[in-house]
């Protein structure tokens, strides 16, 4: 029988999770004890939040999910396992449509999807975009054995990023064998299907002394859309309560029209249903883009995985490592159109009616004077509508803002297509009997292409409008289709559309490089009072960076109708030089109320240099330290302190200013609030607006222009966080288990933009006869052709929400997790519970900024939901050939942010309502309705049936109940988030689902 060294056995198991940073969290702090049972000495010791391989380090807490539990629960992609996890806020994900770039990410505490560092077997993988982010739809969902969330900063372990946290997925280590696996996924509804297959194989050959293993997968879903369910069929205004939608919608509407030919009588106006003439009024039918969207984003993809090791000596192994994946994600919006772009339109016009020609030649001069003058006489109107050629002296255009939505074309349609590859090689082995090394190095690229399809090009609608016969345009290049914008619905031909749309491309490419080593083990000395040796870690690693955007020339140049803006080349890259120690100190052990006493400390030097001038490159250091405590073996008491790190991503430095689109409900400057107040009609006026005061919109989307971009001058940000906790085991009850563990989060010099809500107060809360002058005032920038704050990109800067170092986020709570498991006689019974309580989660954008308070609130300011409370409650009941659980889950009930509603309140008062405060308050406000979400439970069944010892089948039912969301409406929130009159990635919208597997292992 081969016989193996303590290093032998410490590295027997397989190459991924050797260096030192796979997840191994024992009964006491797993969220499933029955599957986290400790490591015993034939498995890789490795411990969460350390480099040094110790079984009884637990300083760390970290909430563990396993094989066991997502097979139970059916989770499909990594995103799903996260998703059950108290504490993870949702992030950008498979319910994300508008706003979804074909990835999915985790956000730890609510601090950010770019402060935690995703893990597989303890390696850094190349991110998916600019904001150094991972892409959770890479990770091989088959092949993971256990998932280990760790809270809090990590930067002396793991490197720069990891402020709040990491996530490790750790897979299957030694697989010998096959197995099989089929699912799919259905809802109540008959929609959603959802279906995967994999396929892994595994040996171990030379007598143990290697090891391969191979798997294939593919997963494929279909969209779920918003119009399929009740509650999110029509768009719901959440100020009016009332069916609402988008102010750019069939017919056409347009601004600067006077119908009834008064003082004053400017104004947006829609086309009648009939398409003959302007309606008399500013009413319009808005559309309801609901139906289009959708709440389960189509995706498809096929991946691979291999891992292999091979002990070349008793001293030396080599092991390698790569993965490959292509997924594709489709998001679906409502169709394309003009979003109030400023255009002119000739008197001649073929398409124009009389009606709608004197509506414009009635235009007001001079509106504020209150005198009524026309634009043009009605002779000089009348005769302008017989002058087809622009050398013609009675030639006349009008210049006016445009809206219209192309139905006849149908939706936009962005393909996300993502090629990533990362592969690793490397060696370790023994120095002495207690000192290991191990060196490898690693390579990966990613490769994301979007294919955006369905838009109209905003210079085209331009120049189709600039027709005066209905076979030419007036510039008839690119076979220009004269637009008739002017008619009811179905206008437009699939001739005028075709001219008008265009796809285009944008490509995002990263890589990463990097090379590290290590020497861990211990001295092989100890202190008087201890039994273990004294134990260290050092090391180094390099890494490399490179990131670039690479958009065509259409991307770039904002022309796409409803894009969000433009998509800017980006390039840029950084290099980063590290070097780190670890050392834990046993002080006493088996003694008198002294069961185990340990102290462990590391410290990190990183220093990076950026790829640009001008750039100050960053040097920092990172440093932990922590201790346990077990005063008798059934309790240990520990805690952390640490100094964690984050430099600023390729995005924040090398990206150039430009205008996307944020959201915000209530303009302070629109309706007639600026016509009874001078110092706020001086603010508009500043900004851009004063030729249109008391004609400004509120987008009914509830979306603005913002304008944001790099800046080479970012520092890193740094973080403090600290830890304790107990871990309480008692003997006299076998099989339990109970862990509390308090948090407390700190991030200074915190790189971040102001909210929306943050922009608009700096400038408009306590008005005076200076503020027109004021940055905070002027920074802000409208649309020249109606004085909104929304319209097209290349005209209107909107916001201005700039990247510093001046933000601060802070976050504290308490994570608990109870677990007990027996044999009652006629089946095993497991019970778990892992549940968070959230402190605060507090963000201030800059000292002067307010000191915003998200935990358990929502609105555009709190863009995804964190609950006060959350916990998810598992029981299963194993019997011979048949297993049962019941998976309960609880989020608790949150409320319309009171910042956001002093915000509302105040630009009520300005718009003088009359009771925004009370029962009915006419849309001033939000809908009272909307202002809470309640609890929420959700339960999911499982039933798994060992068919044979090869054969497993589980059938499962989700949501259980069929609870359906609470609806607050679409317009209070972020969109990315506040979606189908919902908060989709928080709370179920698909309804009862049911999903079957069968599993085959020989």
Same mark, same amino acid.
């Given at each position: ?420 590859? @990362? ?10 009997? &207690?000192?290991?090394? +191990? /060196?490898?190095? #690693? %390579? !990966? $690229? ?112 904002? @022309? ?10 980006? &390039?840029?890259?950084? +290099? /980063?030089?590290? #070097? %780190? !120690? $670890? ?420």
């Amino acid at each position: 029988m081969k016989t193996f060294s303590k290093r032998a056995l410490l590295r027997a198991s397989a190459a991924p999770a050797i260096l030192g940073a796979s997840l191994i969290a024992s009964a006491a702090m797993a969220q499933d004890a029955p599957q986290a049972a400790e490591a015993d000495m034939g498995d890789t010791i490795v411990v969460t939040g350390s480099l040094i391989r110790n079984p009884n380090l637990q300083s760390n807490p970290v909430l563990t999910t396993t094989a066991d539990t997502i097979e139970l629960k059916q989770n499909n992609t990594a995103e799903d396992i996260l998703r059950e996890i108290p504490g993870i806020v949702p992030s950008i994900g498979s319910a994300v449509n508008n706003g979804n770039g074909g990835s999915s990410f985790v956000n730890l505490r609510g601090l950010g999807s770019n402060r935690n560092l995703v893990l597989i077997d303890g390696d850094r993988l190349v991110p998916a975009e600019l904001n150094g982010r991972f892409d959770l739809n890479n990770v091989p969902v088959a092949l993971v054995e256990r998932v280990g969330v760790l809270t809090g900063g990590a930067s002396t372990t793991y490197g720069a990023d990891a402020i709040s946290g990491v996530v490790n997925f750790v897979t299957k280590s030694d697989f010998s064998g096959l197995e099989a696996n089929i699912s799919n996924q259905i809802t109540e509804e008959g929609d959603g299907n959802y279906f995967r297959a994999d396929l892994t194989l595994g040996a171990n050959f030379d007598d143990g002394r290697g090891n391969v293993v191979f798997a294939v997968g593919y997963q494929q879903s279909d969209p779920v859309y918003q119009g399929g369910r009740d509650f999110s069929f029509d768009n719901i205004d959440s100020y009016s309560g009332l069916a609402g939608g988008s102010g750019t919608s069939t017919p056409s509407r347009f601004t600067n029209v006077n119908v009834t030919g008064t003082d004053n009588g400017n104004g947006t106006r829609q086309i009648t249903a009939d398409g003959t003439a302007f309606r008399s009024t500013s009413a319009f039918d808005a559309f309801n883009f609901n139906p289009y969207n959708i709440f389960q984003t189509p995706f498809e993809r096929f991946n691979m995985f291999g891992a292999a090791r091979y002990e070349v000596s008793d001293a030396v192994e080599v092991y390698s490592r790569g993965i490959f994946s292509k997924n594709t994600v489709n998001t679906i919006i409502a169709p394309s159109g003009a979003f109030g772009i400023a255009v002119d339109v000739p008197l001649s016009n073929p398409y124009l009616t009389a009606a709608q020609r004197n509506a414009f030649c009635a235009r007001d001069t001079n509106p504020a004077a209150g005198v009524y003058t026309p634009l043009f006489t009605q002779a000089q109107c009348d005769a302008a509508a017989l002058a087809t050629d622009p050398n013609d002296p009675n030639y006349q255009t009008v210049s006016t803002a445009f809206s219209r939505r192309s139905v006849e074309l149908g939706p936009r349609v962005s393909d996300f297509t993502t090629t990533f590859f @990362d592969y690793k090689i490397g060696a370790r082995g023994g120095i002495t009997d &207690t000192i290991d090394w +191990d /060196v490898s190095g #690693a %390579y !990966g $690229e990613s490769e994301n292409i979007q294919t955006q399809q369905g838009y109209w090009l905003n210079s085209r609608v331009r120049q189709a409008l600039l027709a005066t016969n209905t076979e030419t345009c007036l510039d008839d290049s690119n076979g220009c289709v004269p637009l008739n914008a002017f008619g009811g619905n179905g206008s437009i031909t699939d001739s005028m559309n075709a001219f008008l749309n265009a796809d285009s491309q944008i490509a995002t490419k990263t890589s990463l490089a990097q090379v590290k080593g290590l020497i861990n083990g211990d001295f092989g000395w100890t202190v008087p009072w201890a039994t273990d040796a004294v134990a260290f870690a050092l090391g180094g690693e390099y890494r490399k960076y490179t990131a670039s955007q690479e958009s065509d020339l259409l991307s770039q140049s904002g @022309d796409l109708g409803g894009a969000g803006g433009a998509a800017p080349n980006i &390039t840029g890259g950084y +290099d /980063v030089y590290e #070097a %780190y !120690g $670890e050392l834990v100190l046993p002080i006493v052990q088996d003694r008198p109320f002294f069961e185990e006493l340990l102290v462990q400390g590391g410290a990190r030097y990183s220093k990076c240099s950026i790829d640009a001038a001008g750039s100050p490159g960053c040097e920092t250091w990172t440093w932990n330290v922590g201790g346990m405590w077990s005063p008798v073996s059934a309790l240990k008491i520990r805690g952390n302190y640490a100094r964690a790190v984050r430099a600023p991503n390729i995005a924040e430095l090398f990206a150039p200013n430009n205008t996307g689109l944020t959201n915000l409900a209530v303009d302070p400057c629109a309706g007639d609030a600026p016509l009874n107040n001078a110092n706020l009609a001086a603010v508009c006026t500043a900004q851009g607006g004063g030729a249109f005061l008391g004609l400004i919109e509120n987008d009914p989307a509830g979306q603005v222009n913002a304008t944001s971009g790099g800046n080479l001058a970012l520092s890193p940000e740094k973080s403090n966080s600290w830890k304790i906790g107990a871990v309480f085991q008692p003997d006299f009850l076998p099989g339990f288990s109970a862990t509390v563990d308090y948090y407390n989060i700190k991030v200074t010099g915190a790189i971040t933009t102001p909210t929306p809500g943050d922009a608009i107060s700096a400038c408009f809360d306590n008005l005076s006869a200076s503020s027109a002058t004021s940055d905070a005032c002027t920074s802000i920038q409208r649309n020249p052709a109606t004085g909104n704050l929304f319209g097209e990109s290349t005209t209107t800067p909107g916001l201005f929400l700039g990247l510093s170092n001046l933000g601060t986020l802070k976050t504290d709570g308490v994570d608990f997790s109870v677990n007990y498991g027996r044999d009652i006689g006629f089946a095993n019974l497991s019970l778990s519970l892992t549940g968070n309580w959230t402190g605060s989660s507090k963000f201030q954008a800059s000292p002067s900024s307010l000191n915003r308070e998200c935990t358990g609130f929502y609105s555009v300011n709190c863009a995804s939901i964190q609950p006060e409370w959350q916990f998810s409650q598992r029981t299963t009941l194993a019997f011979e050939t048949f297993d049962i659980s019941l998976l309960w889950r609880y989020i608790d009930s949150v409320s319309y942010e009171p910042a956001a509603y002093e915000d509302d309140l105040a630009a009520a008062i300005g718009f003088g309502c009359e009771d925004p405060e009370g029962a009915d308050p006419d849309g001033c406000m939000v809908d009272p309705e909307f202002r809470k979400i309640p609890a929420e439970h959700y339960f999911d069944l499982t039933g798994r049936f060992h068919v044979s010892d090869n054969i497993t089948l589980t059938l499962t039912a989700q949501n259980m109940f069929n609870n359906k969301p609470k609806v607050v409406g679409s317009t209070l929130g972020s969109t990315a988030y506040n979606s189908g009159n919902v908060y989709p990635s928080t709370y179920d919208a698909l309804g009862r689902r049911y999903a079957a597997a069968v599993k085959f292992r020989f």
